[in-house]
């Protein structure tokens, strides 16, 4: 997940290491720095960091880096995730005997997730149509999602209808 | 007086002749001209006068081969550099695949000097460069709003927002799929029964594959790109998707989202498409019915929705007649 971080710094050498390295130490992937010059405070720049940490142990992460910045007496002004948003679309065909649990699978990836599916049919051996609304937690997965879509609906022949 | 030839005598071409017969005054103090139809042709035969024919029986339903003035056995391509139209209307079917005889007709008509209209897009999804490069050699002007939404005035823009760019098309530009998935939102039924319920009403021909397949619209999405945008595409070009598979069950999900289920045509990123997608059904895009929309999306000023009677010979003939005016004007007498 994409996370932007607003702190302020004292405008001296060597304190964006400081800022940097709990970041860095706890597995985060620094995207960018901006350093805002035109609202100092007295001796504080405020500066913006943007940087993706990885789903796996990203609460335990978080923590060790809201700590490590603590102990460096850097204060936290802000943290938080990038908007994520929510693509809807339609599945026709035979989604259910097509292995749809394989269909769920391959649409859940890192920044990416299946959060509601809703389904109509006639009987379980006709074609259905299935809703399926998908967590993505940024403009670029939006991409990718496209791309799996295609793949699965070529591979199992479905009408893939996008929102 | 500005003399015109029309080629093809069908549902297009009979509501040339019954506007240009009923509104040949109206037409006349736009222009400060006269419009005066010398020829029709037709397969087997033409209607001559260099005078000027007489409209009256034609506009109250006669056969053409019993007027007066028809000639049988006269060839469209042989008899159109002698044809004295100024401005050659081409109104015959469109052959998907060759283009032709639309495109011969054009061709020719440009090659003699003639300034050219046309309501046929086959010509104009196939070889959209050639036509109009030959044009600009031969200095005559071919218009061809009535291809793509006959009345609307989309091909206009490109005149009338000249200053900004179209940076993307989204359209709803077939008016028999847009029928048929309006029917099977308003009143459940499935494709099949909507499509039955098409061609009875005269909206889908006997072979609906051009309509239904999303090819027809694939065609008018060309036209519309190279036209508005400066491409050089071919439906070769177009990824195309048509509306068979949709089911009653998709479009009941939709609906109960606050979606319709509509075939849109895509120009964006030099990429060409028409297939389904889900509208809210607040947008401009969400028409019913045979109407067409048409978004563009332009650099600097924003979306402009163009919304419309697509298909209909009085509609394709008002696109027509408003080429025909715009050529016309500049027109010597």
Redesign the interface.
Known sequence: MVLELEVRLMDAPGKLIELLEPLSKNGANIQGVFHMHGDVEGNLIPVLVTFLLPELHFETNLNKIKKGLLAKGIEIVRLSAEQAFTI???A??HVFQTDFVDTIKRLSKPGIRVISI?????SIND?????FSIQIENKKKETELVQLIDEISKEKDL?I??? | MVNLSLIGYGTVGKSVVKSIASKTTKLGEKIQKKLVLTEIYELDGAVINPKGINLQSLADGGNIRQHPDWKPGVKTLDHLAKALGQIVIESTPTNPNTGEPGLSHVLTAIQAGKHVVSSNKGPFYLQYAKILNLAKEKKVKVRFGATVGSAIPILAAKDTLAGCEVVEIQAIINGTSNFILSRMTTENEPFELALKEAQELGYAEADPTLDVGGYDAAGKLVILANHLMGWSKTIKDVKI?GIT???S??V???KK?G?L?KQIAFAKDGKLEVG???VPQTSPLATMGTLNAILLRTDVAGDYYFVGRGAGGPEAAAGILSDVIYIARDLPE
Do not use: C, M, N
């Open positions: 809807s679309f339609l026709l065909g809703e389904a109509r049919f006639k074609p259905s149509a299935v809703l009408v209808i996008k929102g | 998707e598979r949709v089911t069950e998709g009941e999900l939709a989202k979606l289920i389904l997608r889900l």
